[in-house]
């Protein structure tokens, strides 16, 4: 019998995957990363259309006779980190806040906000030069940054496509990195 879900611990490649991914990031999120991946679960739902792809899943007080027991019935365990699509590893805003609280992001890669740009991110719109309040001179395109708005609440992950020292000679509606995930997200999904 082919079991439709399968609820497990990570394996080899699938760590690799997401290690690669939270080095984009941060190079103190491997040591975290290696001290928790055996609290690191795959969620695989052949049944549910919605979730095409394996989730991943942080829970640390997972007992493994839980999972024997119920591993087929198992549809969310924790804090949600994120899904597998083709050999990389897509992050969830869960995933950013929790690795914030643990003081693990870099202050460099947090940009701020103003308000009228919080409204056109959280309706999934990229980030513009003239929407940024603060920013890093020192991020080079193609890494992450994770967006703040006035009040210091994260609203969304994005990907930066322009060196952060380049945006200055740059126009005000110009996009300085695109909108990977935002806290509408789940609003305009409903």
């Known amino acids: 019998m082919v079991l439709l879900t399968d609820f497990r611990l ?31 679960y795959i969620l695989i739902d052949k049944n549910n259309k919605l979730k ?7 829970y640390h007080n997972l007992s493994k006779y839980i999972i024997e027991q119920f591993k087929s019935n198992i549809y969310y365990a924790g804090i949600y ?3 597998i699509k083709r050999g990389d590893f897509y992050l969830s805003l869960e995933c950013i806040e929790f690795i914030d609280n643990k003081k693990l992001v870099p202050k460099k890669i947090k940009i701020k906000v103003n308000e009228k740009a919080e409204k056109s991110i959280l309706y999934g719109n990229n980030i513009k030069k003239k929407m940024i309040s603060s920013l890093s001179d020192h ?3 193609d890494n992450y940054i994770i967006i ?15 060196n952060t020292n380049e945006i200055k000679d740059l126009q005000d509606n110009r996009d300085i990195a695109l909108n990977l995930i935002d806290k509408g997200y789940f609003l305009r999904n409903q």
């Open 148 to 162: 703040y708005n006035k009040f210091n609440e994260l609203i969304a992950l994005g990907y930066l496509i322009i």
């Open 10 to 40: 990570l394996n080899n490649i699938e760590r690799k995957i997401i290690k690669k991914t939270f080095l984009k990031i941060s190079k103190e999120l491997i040591s975290f990363l290696d001290i928790n991946l055996d609290y690191l």
């Open 52 to 58: 095409p792809f394996p989730e991943i899943y942080y």
């Open 81 to 83: 980190f994120g899904f």
């Open 139 to 141: 991020i080079e395109k």
